[in-house]
């Protein structure tokens, strides 16, 4: 067989009008590394709904092409990988950085977006230590479904571009190994993170913390940028806006993940993107049911990162983030934008929470205290019930009727089994007396919208444990990637 790796001729994918941006700020910030080169080099999932961004056609670009680019990583766009430090599990870590991936490019996108390249298991760094700076195919497989099932539920998150399965041979203490292993490339807006602030603070580097937070105001907060806003006279303004920005974005981050139902499960400070994006999916899950003490990583043995504690720990890694921006801004305006924090989320939450039953928050529509009031009993019910926290907003949508309006009964009339417990058939029935309610205050004209929203909102495809080890083992053991390829064409068509 011919070296994949081989230069294939006008190749679209290495004529990209790559962006030397953060290359652009110096070797204080990176160090420049050699991708690993694999035994084999086979594609498994190329993204063609990102090649659109990138103003190319799935037809222009031949897996050859793209396994040169996205399995070689040519110059001349450099591998840098990243230096962060980050707070991991409330502990300060300065043993981090890039240690399985670096940046690739970065390319404007045809929105006018800045995009990041970023790779995951492309080879060893300086910032490796024992690791072997390798991906899990499995982990691959994973995160491209993580990003795809967000991404439908309306979470703002990296996507997976290419995954390339390696031929390596690997061993984990989470997996049956050996395993198999992979290299992802990862589409985001940026891999700059709380983390790569933190460092430069940790040494002192006031100046490499200003030039980094120009930086990102220049190409991902631009509305931030002087000439944009002429009434903001001074960069200490213009950089407390950007803080206030950035906890109003985790917020409302925070509440996307917590409708979805999303644990996320390592909220690291060096996970976490300065552009309020998700991103990094390791050993997540969506919650079966609503249980706010429902951990996903196995090694998270108090609980830090559950899905409750969500909110509590963005704000946590959002107050650490004020120590080294206080080379730059002042702390009392950093405090009072952060008081802001729970009241943003509340409200995003509620108007999630809210679509998801087809419902919109405002003056003309659902007002916010009757809002909380129905978040608050479906919470109840949700809880109390332990259905199915995917399947209760699919069962709306399913049955979701226009005469649902007029007559309180026919709300979920058969939801209830049989045998289910006093208690609980009384948290329903109470549920249900209110979100009629809901519905009678509405305009009978309003009952299509709701229709639509419920549909807009609530796939009815889920991605619990069993349905990725199901995808899984079907790789695992016979090499068959068409329940992969059905889930995740499932997802994203719905
Ligand atoms: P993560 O938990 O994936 O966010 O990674 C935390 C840190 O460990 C980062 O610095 C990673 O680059 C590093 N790391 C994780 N897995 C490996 C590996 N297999 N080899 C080298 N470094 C790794
Ligand atoms: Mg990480």
């Known amino acids: 067989m011919d070296n994949p790796l081989t230069p294939v001729s006008d190749n679209p994918l290495r004529s990209l009008p ?28 190329r993204n063609d709904r990102l090649l659109a961004t990138l103003g190319l056609s799935p037809k222009a670009v031949t897996d050859e092409q793209w396994i040169e680019v996205f399995g070689g990583f040519p110059a001349p766009p450099p591998c840098l990988a990243m230096r962060y430090h980050g707070y991991q599990f409330g502990e300060y870590n300065p043993n981090l950085g890039d240690g399985r991936g670096f940046l690739y490019g970065q390319v404007r996108g045809v929105d006018g977006e800045l995009y990041d390249f970023g790779t995951k298991g492309s080879g060893r760094t300086p910032y490796s230590r024992g690791g072997d700076g390798r991906l899990t195919l499995k982990g691959g497989v994973r995160e491209v479904l993580a990003s795809e099932m967000l991404q439908r539920l309306g979470v703002r998150t990296s996507r997976c571009l290419s995954l390339i399965e390696t031929g390596e041979q690997l061993w984990r203490g989470d997996e049956p190994s050996p395993t198999r292993s992979s290299v992802m490339v990862r589409f985001s807006r940026s891999h700059i993170r709380f983390g790569t602030f933190e460092r430069l603070h940790a040494l002192s580097r006031k100046d490499l913390i200003e030039k980094l937070l120009d930086h990102v105001l220049q190409y991902y907060y631009p509305h931030l940028v002087e000439d944009r806003i002429p009434e903001v006279s001074s960069k200490a303004e213009r950089y407390a806006r950007f803080y206030a920005e950035l906890v109003q974005r985790v917020a409302d981050l925070v509440a996307q993940w917590m409708t979805a139902g ?65 080379a730059v801004i002042d702390r009392s305006e950093m405090e009072s934008a952060l008081a802001q924090f729970y009241p943003r989320y509340q409200t995003t939450y509620r108007q999630r929470m809210l679509l998801r039953m087809g419902l919109e928050v405002g003056l003309d529509q659902v007002p916010e205290a009757v809002a909380e009031e129905l ?55 109470s549920w249900r007396q209110f979100y009629h309610q809901v519905l009678q205050s509405l305009p009978e004209r309003e009952m299509d ?14 991605l619990l444990k069993p349905e990725i080890e199901r995808v899984w083992d079907a790789i695992a053991q016979e090499d068959n990637w068409q329940p992969f390829y059905d889930l995740v064409e499932q997802i994203s068509q719905e």
């Open 375 to 429: 978040l608050q009993r479906t919470i109840k019910l949700l809880f109390e019930s332990k259905v199915s926290y995917h399947n209760f907003f699919v069962v709306l949508k399913q049955q979701f009727q226009g005469s649902w309006r007029s007559e309180a009964s026919h709300i979920l009339k058969d939801a209830l089994e049989e045998g289910t417990p006093d208690d609980v058939v009384q948290v329903f029935e």
């Open 262 to 326: 999303f644990c996320h499960a390592v909220l690291n400070t060096d996970n976490m993107s300065i552009t309020g994006e998700s991103f990094d999916y390791g050993p997540y899950a969506f919650i079966p049911q609503y249980n706010l003490g429902f951990t996903a990583a196995y090694f998270d043995y108090f609980g830090r990162y559950c899905y409750g504690n969500q909110p509590e720990v963005c704000a946590w890694n959002l107050q650490m983030l004020q120590a080294p921006l206080r």
């Open 18 to 45: 790559y962006e030397p941006a953060f290359e652009s700020l110096g070797e204080d910030y990176f160090d420049r590394v050699a991708p690993a080169e694999f035994p084999q080099y086979s594609l498994r999932f």
């Open 449 to 462: 919208a709701i229709a639509t929203r419920l549909t807009q909102q609530n796939p009815t495809v889920f």
